[in-house]
């Protein structure tokens, strides 16, 4: 049975930070791609980011560039996302998410967690 658990969210200020962990089980983390997505309500799902299955391809929302880090740990196959200098825009629910593709297409991905909120207040 396939698990994604996000963690990790929570409420800061503008300019604060934190850091979201995926803890996954029921398949071969190794093999897939991991991807960050959000959603903030009324608004579609974006992809945040998304890294390659052995980590050396990672991929960046233009919005997020420069102050978000995704990373993952394949022998604990858990996925991280830091963020950084947290803007009130970043407010959203955020989800870790499976594929197969190098994409940042919610359609792509294969198996998803059920989300950690983040509120920023500005």
């Known amino acids: 049975q396939v698990q994604l658990v996000e963690s990790g969210g929570g409420s800061v200020q503008a300019g604060g930070s934190l850091r979201l962990s995926c803890a996954a089980s029921?398949?071969?983390?190794?093999?897939?791609?991991m991807g960050w997505f959000r959603q903030a309500p009324g608004k579609e799902r974006e992809g945040v980011a998304y890294?390659?299955?052995?980590?050396?391809?990672?991929s960046y929302a233009d919005s997020v560039k420069g102050r978000f880090t995704i990373s993952r740990d394949n022998t604990e196959t858990t996925l991280y996302l830091q963020m950084n200098s947290l803007k009130f825009e970043d407010t959203a629910m955020y989800y870790c998410?499976?594929?197969?593709?190098?994409?940042?297409?919610?359609?792509?991905?294969?198996?998803w967690g059920r989300g950690t909120q983040v509120t920023v207040s500005s």
């Open positions: 998410a499976a594929g197969r593709r190098a994409t940042r297409d919610p359609n792509d991905y294969d198996y």
């Open positions: 029921g398949y071969t983390f190794s093999s897939y791609f």
């Open positions: 890294i390659s299955s052995r980590g050396d391809l990672k």
